[in-house]
């Protein structure tokens, strides 16, 4: 049997294959090739998209980076914070403290409030005012004291 006489044995069917065959065929060497078929651009809207992604991506990662940042400086602000915060809270007791101790131990302990006992009570409270001078009844203090209290005046006339 020939070629010729093949192609005549062919059926409708036979036909069909056969040029299946050669489409598959031709579509396989061409695209080894290099040759792309994409009538409806599906490949540069799948690369336009996974640019997309990809910017979206990145914004957000420098979006979460900024975040991180200001995370952190807004952390080291607030330990400065407590810092000093517990400093001047440490400062305060101390000199409390020593005034207490004073204050017990003092001659007139018992007795009603006198010129020394006075400048005693305002030499502590300069000290309060040194250490932490937006405290109410400071100079420094924009208010002024709880209840609307006058400084410590002594129970006699300053001489």
């Known amino acids: 049997m020939s070629g010729a006489s093949m192609l005549r044995a062919l059926t409708p069917l036979g036909w069909l294959a056969a040029g299946l065959a050669v489409l598959a065929l031709g579509g396989a060497l061409l695209g080894g090739l290099g040759f792309r078929w994409d ?4 490949q540069q809207r799948r690369l336009i998209a ?21 995370e952190a400086e807004g952390a080291a602000a607030q330990a400065q914070r407590v810092d000093h915060y517990q400093q001047t809270t440490m400062a305060a007791e ?34 309060l005012c040194r250490i932490a001078p937006d405290l109410d009844g400071c100079a420094g203090a924009t208010g002024a004291a709880p209840g609307g209290f006058a400084a410590v005046r002594s129970g006699h006339p300053a001489g």
């Open 94 to 127: 101390r000199a409390t403290a020593a005034a207490v101790v004073q204050a017990r131990s003092a001659d007139d302990a018992d007795q009603t409030l006198d010129a020394h006992r006075a400048v005693r009570l305002r030499g502590h409270d300069g000290e």
């Open 39 to 42: 009538p409806l651009n599906l």
């Open 50 to 70: 996974a640019q997309t992604q990809a910017e979206a991506a990145a914004s957000s990662a420098l979006a979460q980076a900024a975040t991180r940042q200001v």
